[in-house]
């Protein structure tokens, strides 16, 4: 099982920027689906971006389709979340996930798919 760590949370202001990473340590992200959801993961997660780990598709909510993206570097075993445009609306846990399989288009939404969970991020955005 793949191990993830969030950082890059904290304080942001409307209009702002902040920048998430997720390290993952123990299996790499080969083959797997990479995701961002906000709130908690195992009930009520809420999808924020995915990217496929080998082809590089990306996938995005339409709340932040144009304003996040998303990013990976295979060489550091990182994805990235690149959050432009904040809004205070944007406020809230956000936690790292990946797949054990690769996954079909209209399933980078569903939180039920994904495994492997970190333990979230804070982003905090001030008006």
């Known amino acids: 099982q793949v191990q993830l760590v969030e950082s890059g949370g904290g304080l942001g202001q409307a209009g702002g920027s902040l920048r998430l990473s997720c390290a993952a340590s123990g299996r790499t992200f080969s083959n797997n689906a990479v995701a961002w959801f906000r709130r908690a993961p195992r009930k009520d997660g809420v999808f924020v971006a995915a990217i496929s780990w080998s082809g590089g598709s990306s996938h995005y909510a339409d709340s932040v389709r144009g304003r996040f993206t998303i990013s990976s570097d295979n060489a550091k075993n990182t994805v990235y979340l690149q959050m432009n445009r904040l809004k205070p609306e944007d406020t809230d846990v956000y936690y790292c996930?990946?797949?054990?399989?690769?996954?079909?288009?209209?399933?980078?939404?569903?939180?039920?798919?994904?495994?492997?969970w970190g333990r979230g991020t804070q982003v905090t955005v001030s008006s």
């Open positions: 996930t990946a797949s054990k399989v690769p996954l079909l288009d209209n399933e980078y939404s569903d939180w039920a798919v994904y495994t492997s």
